[in-house]
């Protein structure tokens, strides 16, 4: 597999809940991946080396295996109707990027970082008028 060999995308299983696909550029060996995670699944984005797939889940930041195997969350808690989204990887894969209402009440979101197990949450914007929402990480 990888990011030039496979396509990562959110599909709908049967029950019309949002999952994490995986299929060929030519459209054959579809798998769906991440149907056990917290709810609705989106966002999918493969590591910089594709052996994991970073993805939210039910309002948080999960990763699993690029086969779908040992999927699990990587967000620090959350407060009441705050969401994690939009997760991203850094150019090593060491971190994650995303955006959170974290801190807000749900409200606007700002960019945070993490370690990608979970550790070193750190705030990197901080608008109280204004919500960040999809990013991207890139070596200059």
Excluded at 75 to 88: A, I, Q, R, Y
Aim: proline content about 5%; aromatic content about 6%; overall charge negative.
């Amino acid at each position: 597999g990888g990011a030039n060999t496979r396509l990562a995308y959110t599909c709908q299983d049967a029950n019309r809940q949002g999952s994490i696909c995986t299929i060929n550029p030519d459209g054959t060996h579809l798998q769906m991946l991440a149907r056990e995670a917290d709810g609705g699944n989106g966002g999918p984005r493969w590591s910089p080396n594709a052996r994991r797939i970073v993805f939210e889940s039910g309002a948080a930041t999960w990763i699993m295996q690029s086969d779908g195997t040992n999927a699990h969350r990587v967000s620090p808690p959350l407060g009441g109707g705050e969401s994690d989204v939009w997760p991203n990887w850094s150019p090593d894969a060491t971190k994650i990027l995303f955006a959170s209402t974290r801190g807000t009440g749900g409200q606007d979101g700002n960019l945070f970082t993490m370690n990608a197990d979970g550790s070193g949450l750190h705030q990197v914007t901080h608008s109280a008028t204004s919500s960040e929402e999809s990013s991207d990480w890139q070596s200059v």
